[in-house]
């Protein structure tokens, strides 16, 4: 094969790779993205130059403690090596950071050009080792191997690098150890070996490299054949080995990769019986790829409980030993590859089958590399179609080909953004509590909370019920924490109840380190807060108390459960509690002292000692800087004011405070007050409106405003009924909420309160407006007699020609009191007097037909196509059917009453 035949080779697969995976080219950050990449301050630093640099990554290598690095750089340094570099040049290029578009762009572009350049190695392997398969079964292996839909996850995952850039080097090392012969020197023996470190650097998957290369060399045409051959082989092979040996050693030593993870089913032995099924599950994904989830996971792949449960555990094992004894058998009869096969594909993949335990358990990206082992029988089988059928292969292989085109294209959609692929992982994978978990993070990030509660309640339902290794627990604690602090935002007794209940359910379960949840700070103050809220303030002070005493609790946290204890004891633990907060905030500083300040002033405002909580709130504005407790602190010295007689100075104070901060809503409600009582009555509106527009059902403004109402009706005197139109506003505002929340009593409470206040002689369109709104709400309540009396109403209220927007809702809840004959004969008297519309015809046709007065209905019928163009075509075709149908009943009443006679 010419030099330039391998360059043309290697540019096809790149510009194939790229073509194929185009779509992911712009793809958000997905799943482990995030941690990994994104949010890792590692990559994104600035460049400071090339020996600041390589500084920086020598003492990645040098094991940095867990501690300062999170995502443990050191463990797969290549991979954030190459990371790194992406950065630098997207940095290069002007995208400020990982959170700007675009950003994403050059790590897609670079997993897609290391995918198509394993695929130039595939196709440049395959031919070295099998040349009598020619040119044709090496391109069928790269091209296979390039569009597999199974190899789309380590390829379109930006955190997919790992297998993609190890098996690069891996394959290189296996077609340099294959490209000289059998006499290979130390030169290449090192070459090798550099490669295979820099495989295990990528991923410690490598570490099976020496079985593949005796494998490679065993099956090259020119490869080693007699003991002094092999021995010159060993020359390739031993550097590899005690190079593969080392770094493994590190990796199980130093980082251990599994450290705390059980064994696949609890045991070595149900470990082995999952071995086999899964082996299989990997075949499957091989010869079936559809169905694909970016995570197998969490009762998505349960692990055997014993030899035949599942039955597939002992039946996957016997499958397999047969394959292995036909493979034996074919060895024996000097026909290797089969053999070879068999045994390779078992060995490529026996790091991740559990046998040394670690927390992913299976996923479909750990088949990027055991897939080339796969393609050569494919190949193979289409060189023995080629053999017997001339001119066959090249067709099979085209529809192959396109066929797996069209699924990786397909399966590439889920990749464009972490919902878009969780969305797939649950269709597919439904009992799959990280699926979930996933989904319910993507639907968070778009502020899709209420979808994100479903999605916890499906993972937490899956995992409470197993036994949980490290991996479960955590997603198990983090969904109940997250949805118990959704549930909290939600309000409602039903959802508190909820979140109360997920913390409770926490704060008994132990971390994934084995320490009890119940000493770490988070789950205790939420409780807090939630049982506060729910009224259970005994269980809130108990929370507090942990808060207080927690060994690990934060000073502010401590002191913020201080400061509730002392808002909710008697006046002598009280004073104890607000001086042990003293003592804490001292050690703080200035903030905190002016949050003990401002807990005080509240206190004593309470007792209604005015004079010293006004001096608390001026303490605390010193060192407040929070802007929503700040305006707090400035409306409780306005309160103080008032309570001490102060009027001009409380009022100057809120319009201070409104100033600053129009939204300011308790301000509002209180400057409306003073000016109400000043006799500033349209001012005073002003600011109760404020309120009502942000909160409609807010009671304070609501009475403000009516207060406002009979002091302007005093002013101006009783001759002239006064409407309140902005009453009815509120009242009208307030229904509409009460609609959203599902409160129907509510809104129409609120609606008929409207009504009474629109009974002036200039609120007719307002009033009819208001009883059409309560006839129509009791209508959809199935209050059949309430809602009639208001559209009898209306009928009598209503000129002829205004009645035609509701007559035929009317005629409906008639139907439903006293039959279709009253309707009937209501319509036909409101037709008579001239009520008009476009339905009515059709409908007075349908309910004599029904009542089987054909001859009227006929007659309806007949208007109704006479006089009335209907907009859809359906429609008209089906009341001219219905016009044949009651004529042709009509027709054979006559016909029986002619034969009777």
Same mark, same amino acid.
């Given at each position: ?23 992911? $080219?712009?793809?958000?950050? =997905? ?9 890792? #301050? ?44 992406? *950065? ?14 675009g950003a994403t762009r050059l790590f897609h572009l670079h997993n897609m050009l290391l995918h198509g350049l394993c695929a130039a190695l595939v196709l440049l392997l395959v031919f070295r080792i099998y040349p009598a398969g020619g040119r044709i079964t090496a391109v069928v292996c790269s091209l296979l191997f390039l569009v597999h839909p199974v190899q789309s996850e380590a390829v379109a995952w930006i955190s997919g690098r790992r297998d993609v850039l190890f098996a690069c080097a891996y394959l290189g090392a296996l077609l340099i150890a294959v490209s000289g012969g059998k006499q290979p020197g130390w030169g290449r023996g090192m070459t090798v070996a550099l490669?295979?470190?820099? &495989? ?12 593949? $290369?005796? &494998? ?6 020119? +490869? ?9 082989? %060993? ?19 130093? !980082? ?33 790829? =559809? ?55 078992? =060995?490529?993949? %026996?790091? /991740? ?26 190949? *193979? ?10 001119? @066959? ?18 399966? $590439? ?10 969305? @797939?992982?649950?269709? %597919? ?19 899709? #909370? ?12 899956? $995992? ?27 309000? +409602? ?14 704060l008994s379960l132990q971390d994934t380190d084995g320490s009890d949840i119940a000493l770490q700070e988070t789950p205790w103050r939420e409780s807090l807060k939630v049982r506060e809220r729910l009224g259970d303030f005994e269980g809130a002070r108990v929370a507090a108390l942990t808060l207080v005493d927690l060994v690990d609790s934060r000073p502010a946290v401590r002191l913020e459960a201080m400061l509730y204890l002392a808002a909710t004891t008697e006046p002598p633990e009280q004073q104890q509690r607000l001086e042990q907060a003293q003592r804490l905030a001292e050690a703080i500083g200035p ?36 802007? +929503? ?36 809503? &308790? ?9 109400? *009582? %000043?006799?500033?009555? #349209? ?7 404020? =309120?009502?527009?942000?909160?409609? #059902? ?21 001759? /002239? ?83 035609? !927007? ?96």
């Open positions: 094969m010419s030099g330039r035949f391998r360059l043309f080779v290697v540019l096809a697969c790149l510009l194939g790779s790229v073509l194929l995976y185009q779509p992911v $080219l712009d793809g958000d950050w =997905v799943f482990d993205d995030v941690r990994l990449v994104s949010t890792n #301050d590692w990559l994104w630093r600035s460049f400071e130059g090339f020996q600041e640099e390589l500084d920086q990554w020598r003492m990645v290598l040098q094991e940095p403690a867990s501690s300062a690095d999170q995502v443990r750089v050191g463990f797969r340094p290549l991979r954030f090596f190459s990371y790194r570099i992406d *950065a630098l040049l997207t940095m290069a290029m002007g995208v400020d950071g990982p959170a700007v578009e490669l295979a470190a820099t &495989a295990m650097a990528a991923k410690e998957m490598a570490a099976t490299l020496p079985v593949a $290369l005796i &494998a490679a060399a065993a099956l090259a045409w020119d +490869g080693p054949t007699d003991r002094a051959q092999w021995r010159r082989w %060993s020359r390739v092979l031993l550097p590899t080995a005690v190079v593969i040996l080392l770094l493994s050693y590190r990796v199980l030593a130093l !980082q251990h990769p599994g450290a705390g993870t059980s064994y696949w089913g609890g045991s070595a032995d149900l470990t082995f019986w999952t071995m086999g099924r899964a082996l299989l599950q990997y075949l499957g994904l091989f010869l079936w790829p =559809v169905g694909l989830s970016v995570d197998h996971s969490h009762a998505a792949f349960v692990p055997s409980t014993s030899m035949v449960a599942p039955w597939t555990s002992l039946a996957s094992w016997l499958v397999i030993a047969s394959v292995a004894a036909v493979s034996v058998r074919r060895a024996l009869q000097g026909q290797w590859m089969m053999a070879l096969v068999v045994g390779l594909f078992i =060995v490529l993949l %026996s790091p /991740v089958l559990q046998i040394f335990p670690h927390p992913e358990r299976f996923a479909e990206r750990f088949m990027y590399l055991p897939l080339v082992v796969l393609l050569i029988p494919v190949a *193979a089988a289409l060189n023995s179609f080629e053999q017997r059928s001339p001119g @066959s292969r090249l067709p099979v292989l085209l529809v192959l080909v396109m066929l797996l085109t069209l699924l990786t294209r397909n399966r $590439l959609e889920d990749w464009h953004g972490p919902y878009e692929l969780w969305s @797939s992982a649950v269709a %597919s994978q439904p009992r799959c509590a990280r699926a979930w978990f996933g989904h319910a993070e993507a639907a968070r990030n778009r502020q899709w #909370d209420t979808e994100a509660v479903a999605d916890l309640a499906r993972t937490i339902e899956i $995992l409470e019920v197993v036994q949980r290794d490290r991996l479960q627990q955590g997603i198990y604690l983090q969904a109940l924490q997250i949805r118990s602090g959704l549930l909290a935002r939600f309000g +409602g007794e039903a959802n508190l109840e909820l979140a109360r209940d997920h913390l409770t359910t926490l903030r905190a002292l002016a949050t003990v300040a401002y807990q005080s002033g509240m206190i004593a405002l309470d007792q209604k000692r005015f004079e010293q909580a006004l001096g608390d709130f001026d303490r605390s504005l010193v060192h407040l800087d929070e802007e +929503g407790r700040r305006g707090t602190a400035r409306y409780r010295r306005a309160e103080c004011m008032l309570g001490l007689g102060r009027t001009t100075d409380a009022r100057e104070a809120l319009e201070q405070l409104l100033e600053d901060d129009p939204s300011h809503l &308790a301000s509002h409600l209180s400057l409306g007050e003073l000016l109400l *009582a %000043s006799d500033q009555i #349209d001012a005073a509106l002003e600011h109760f409106q404020r =309120v009502l527009m942000v909160v409609p #059902d807010n009671p304070q403004a609501l009475q403000g405003i009516q207060h406002a109402a009979i002091l302007k009706q005093l002013k101006e005197g009783p001759a /002239v009924a006064q409407v309140d139109p902005t009453r009815i506003t509120a009242l009208t505002m307030l229904a509409d909420k009460m609609l959203s929340k599902g409160d129907p009593d509510k809104a129409r409470v609120a609606l008929v309160e409207a009504m009474k206040h629109a009974e002036g002689p200039d609120e007719k369109v307002r009033r009819v407006e208001l009883i059409l709104r309560i006839s129509r709400l009791d209508a959809e309540q199935g209050q059949w007699p309430l809602a009639f009396e208001g559209y009898q109403r209306l009928i009598e209220m209503m000129e002829v020609s205004e009645r035609g !927007q509701f007559i035929l809702e009317a005629a409906e809840v008639l139907r439903r009191i006293e039959g279709t004959e009253a309707a009937l004969e209501m319509l036909t008297q409101q037709q008579s007097e001239g009520v008009l519309e476009s339905r009515l015809y059709r409908q007075m046709g349908a309910m004599a037909h029904q009542l089987g007065m054909n001859s009227v209905a006929a007659k309806w019928y007949r208007r109704h196509l006479a006089e009335f163009e209907d907009e859809d075509p359906a429609m008209r075709a089906r009341i001219e059917a219905a016009l044949e149908e009651v004529l042709q009943d009509d027709s054979r009443a006559s016909d029986g009453q002619g034969e009777s006679g």
